[in-house]
């Protein structure tokens, strides 16, 4: 819920925007491309500290959850801060590279100034969110986001085209109706942390009483996962550039299908990350009997909603039609061309999900780091760039990459899993 609670409110100024033109929507997505870069590093690096405060939460040992939070706050507010600062100074030159027309990169400017209060406050938010997450306390930050949502339309709404007296703000409206509702949703979640619950975590405690050794154990596991993210996103967009070369149709055919596959991933994502908090938990609580038990439930509901998946890709040829009424055949021909392998790809992606989660939890982040770098960058993208650029085959073939790596990557996350290393990390 959290995470489809997200995706909402990143789509909420896409679509407030859309009634301002092109130039506006272009703006937004320079500034959005530019403060995504510090976003992405906040969102990635917390699920490092998930991993940590489970395994903490589970032995219920006070000062390790206290190093865990802190640590992650630290290096949160460093990379903020930093993201801040170099935006406040390089602003124009940034998005002037990126700005297709002065215009744009004025708009964007001013959007991006703004919404350097969003990542300030994302980053206080992420990682109290993460420390309830990893605690059992998932609804609290689902009900920050039901605050926020509500909040960043309307205020977002009401500056951009000035409505009950208000200044008609445009972009600027809306980076200040994101900030508002962020700032709100960050006095929500250090509200809940001062209750008496949860106020032991105010006063700082480190692993081995040594902030170094904290911050040292929390990087240890929070950088390989925050670098799997980033080479995840890297080898998307290169494979994107390549895409780019293929005939129109089917360009403009996998644009689509890697937007559909990116959102109907998120749930199953979200609760193989569930999965590994809970494995977390587990293992701090040296509950090594009920992993494999857990394990493998939580493993066939990621498979029973991979299942669902396939069978919406299944219509989805009757789908893309009414929601694209205005492609050409030669797009929608495309898009049916690669439903086979798009209905083939769910179940695998899932297991492979749980997979990676799971062994992330047990520690095991560089291992999956390792097997997430080695597919993309040894396999998908050259082999992309041959079927693309040298070969130049269908887009049918060309897809059936994506599959064919997420099988290669089953192979060693399976064969990890079984070996059992990952039920060996405890807290120390």
């Not at 939890?361 to 693309?388: D, E, I």
Request: charged share 10%; with cysteine.
């Amino acid at each position: 819920m959290n995470a489809l609670l997200q995706q909402a409110i990143l789509i909420i100024d896409t679509v407030l925007i859309g009634g301002l033109g092109a130039a506006p929507l272009a703006a937004m997505g320079v500034a959005v491309t530019i403060a995504g870069v510090v976003m992405g590093l906040l969102f990635a690096l917390s699920n490092g500290a998930q991993v940590l405060i489970a395994q903490a939460f589970g032995a219920a040992d006070e000062q390790a959850l206290r190093s865990g939070f802190w640590s992650a706050m630290i290096v949160a507010m460093a990379i903020a801060t930093l993201g801040i600062a170099v935006i406040a100074l390089g602003h124009s030159d940034l998005v002037g590279a990126l700005a297709q027309t002065p215009h744009i990169a004025a708009l964007a400017s001013s959007y991006l100034v703004i919404f350097t209060i969003v990542i300030g406050g994302v980053a206080i938010c992420q990682t109290i969110s993460v420390f309830f997450y990893a605690t059992g306390h998932a609804r609290l930050p689902f009900f920050s986001k039901i605050l926020e949502l509500p909040c960043n339309a309307l205020i977002s709404y009401a500056l951009i085209y000035g409505v009950a007296g208000l200044p008609e703000m445009g972009l600027r409206g809306a980076a200040i109706g994101s900030a508002v509702a962020v700032l709100l949703r960050t006095v929500f979640l250090v509200t809940c942390l001062l209750s008496p619950p949860y106020r032991y975590l105010l006063t700082p405690a480190w692993t081995r009483h040594s902030i170094v050794t904290s911050l040292r154990a929390y990087l240890d596991n929070a950088l390989p996962i925050a670098g799997t993210a980033i080479s995840i996103s890297l080898s998307v967009t290169v494979c994107m550039m390549i895409y780019s070369q293929l005939p129109i149709a089917e360009f403009a055919a996998m644009t689509i299908i890697v937007l559909w596959v990116r959102s109907s991933g998120q749930l199953v994502t979200a609760w193989c990350q569930a999965t590994g908090i809970l494995v977390g938990q587990l293992l701090g609580a040296r509950q090594r009997d009920a992993l494999d038990t857990f394990v493998g439930k939580a493993w066939r509901v990621a498979l029973l909603l991979g299942g669902g998946i396939t069978v919406f890709y299944a219509s989805s040829s009757l789908l893309f039609a009414i929601v694209y009424p205005h492609l050409d055949a030669d797009t929608h021909q495309a898009l049916r061309a690669v439903i086979p392998v798009l209905m083939a790809l769910p179940l695998i992606r899932a297991s492979n999900t749980v997979c990676g989660n799971v062994l992330r939890a047990g520690g095991q982040s560089k291992y999956s780091f390792g097997v997430q770098v080695t597919a993309q960058w040894l396999f998908t993208v050259p082999m992309s760039a041959l079927f693309v650029l040298v070969l130049q085959w269908p887009i049918a073939w060309v897809f059936a990459i994506i599959l064919v790596e997420e099988l290669l990557k089953a192979l060693p996350f399976h064969a990890r899993m079984r070996s059992g290393v990952w039920k060996q990390r405890l807290v120390t």
